[in-house]
């Protein structure tokens, strides 16, 4: 034989040291085989032998018609045996890698090819066709032996026809043998093996059509693990590195998802859907899971396989079923709600019911709650809700991940960062990343975080794809920039208390237990264009150190039906995950009176308003509305509001307040600058008197750069104007005494 075996050694340890040793063992018997059978195949004619392959004469077509059924010279009994040296050469192989393989698995040695025919459940018979077909892919001296077989030396590649000679005895078998080369045998079935036409000679009878072994196959025999698929991100397989104790998920949970760890392997296998938002530990459990049953874990990533347009979900799936079974792994299909949609949803549920008849363990992760109708007799479907980890389990998984040691002054200050962050356990764990990224981007010799750091990491790691459907506000203001009568500061205080202690009264307390909706905040700031609304909520922020998001419902509301619900589920969708403040302005833009159902838009505009109180109820965050007109408001809405603050105009002492808050220290003001009179003599909001004080800077600016009296009063006309207003006899009289020129 060609193929290369070094035996000696390895005889007499009685194993195969590696799988590819036990492959070359098994086509070294195959070899012998096709020896065996050559030696039988007689001349069938008086023709020129060179030309066998390219005419027939009239004396084979008389041989052809005397010969009984059969290939070639076999009667309708059995075939002429082998000579006895070959029987003999064959049966010694067949013993020794019998007994070789034996030891090995006791040894411990993966054997792929005894995986094979495990997993695929492959006979006798299908194994030697597979070998057949591997031998060829690894010496070139096949395809002038099948192309002398097949009396054509253009066919280079095994056929059916040569299969069944090689490894049957007689027709009846030959007949009964083309069972295991039908599109739904093992072989074809589990895409392990091709049927090839020739395509000048199309239709080709089932005989005549060459086999050829799947390319995924050739290299996992091999020893290759390598495959296209992968390289192209559709899959890739995982080891866990975690156990199912390690999980941090509720116990309650770890223990009925680990109820089905020993569920038997021949069975039809159980569905798993695992379903939550993302983060929640769905993967790192499907993954501990298919471990703790002896599993890897084939990870479909469903993205990739969308924009792969040769991979269907028909054609694609048995593949990936067929690397599982290669692998010895379960499949994790993340994400895999996206396509439980109309016929789609169908087509999934027909080709997971072929999954589990291949007994191949499956979990799916998504959102969307789903049910398998579809089953095979036998079949389990199992639904698994993974919440959000509640503020202990958020603390322990930080505290896990930090490293630091109890007592240390951030590893209590991390009970603070749990009960602010409403983290899922992916983005705490990215979230620590982050946080040893900035510790070492500070000091790269001294790696040590502080708290700083790992605020710094909690406002990065928030989601930051809210930026495409909402502004994103910096929170600059602080509680000494606000304005605004003690009531309404206590309330906003309130506020800030409710974040601040929330995880105690909900986990420690127990309050968790007994609200299924309507713990997050939902509060109602009214008043006057420019009395502090946004600051108030900016304020909140800046104590928090949460991230803030402002929507103008006015431009969310779309008159096309559905559009607006649309906008307003990807808005909380992604703040579910971004922890952020959500101030929506121009609430009154869908919160106005309700009037009574008219027509279609009418019914769809109330459908909105539900909408969105529905998903402000489901937030656990604080959801902040914002509008100038609260008497067009609906009262029935206004109630449903946790907390409503009132930003009144402010009176003359207010606003002395805000003309002393809003000057920054470097700003130069001259010593006639009578913030009294502008407090007395102007009534404006916070918002004007902002807007008076940079303009007046920029005034200032064209001479004497000091901010004076005169400037002042210029940029208030101007202010004035934008408002459709004009200055008072009085202001008039004042700025003639200061200076300011008169303009009309």
Known sequence: MDIAIDNKGHQALGLFPTSLDHVLAELERIDWVIRGRLSQFKDWGNADKDLRCLFISEIEIDEFLKKPMGFPELDQGSSPSLPKWVEAKIEEISQRNVKRKRESVFAGISLRLRNCQENFKLCEFETDVLLLGIASEVNQKYERIFGYLHDDITRKRPSVEIALHLFCQTLREKIEARQYFLPGSALFGNFLMLMVDDPNQPHQPLLSRTLK???????YLLGTDETILSQDGIFDVKNSPLTMEEVPIPENLKEAIGRWINYPTDSVQPILYFQGPPGVGKQTTAEAFFQARGLKTLVIHETAWMKNEGFSLSTGLPVL???AKLQGAGILWVEGDGMIDGERDNELQTVLRKVCEQRVPIIITGHKTWEFT???????????EFPRPGCQQRLAHWRKLSGLPEGEKVYEFLE???????FTYGQIQ????IVRNIALRRNPKRRQISQEDIYEACRLNSNRKLHSLAQHINPRYSWKDIVLPEERLSQLYEVVRFVKYRGIVYDEWGFEKKLSLGKGVNALFSGPSGTGKTMAAEVIAQELELDMYKIDLAKIVSKYIGETEKNLSRIFEEAGSSNAILFFDEADALFGRRSEVKDSHDRYANIEVGYLLQKMEDYEGIVIL?????????????RRMHTTIEFPFPDEKERRKIWEKIWPEATPLNANV???FMAKRFPLTGGNIKNIAVASSFLALENGREVMMKHLLQATRREFQKMGKVLGDEEKVYADSVGMIIRP
């Open 374 to 384: 579809k089953g095979v007799d036998g079949q389990v479907f199992l639904r698994y």
């Open 674 to 676: 009578d913030l009294d």
């Open 321 to 323: 079923i067929r690397e």
């Open 430 to 433: 990215e979230g620590m990343t």
């Open 213 to 219: 072994v799947e390319d995924r196959l050739v290299e």
């Open 626 to 638: 914002g509008t100038n007109f609260r008497k067009n408001l609906d009262e029935a809405f206004v």
């Open 416 to 422: 603070e960062v749990a009960n602010r962050y409403r």
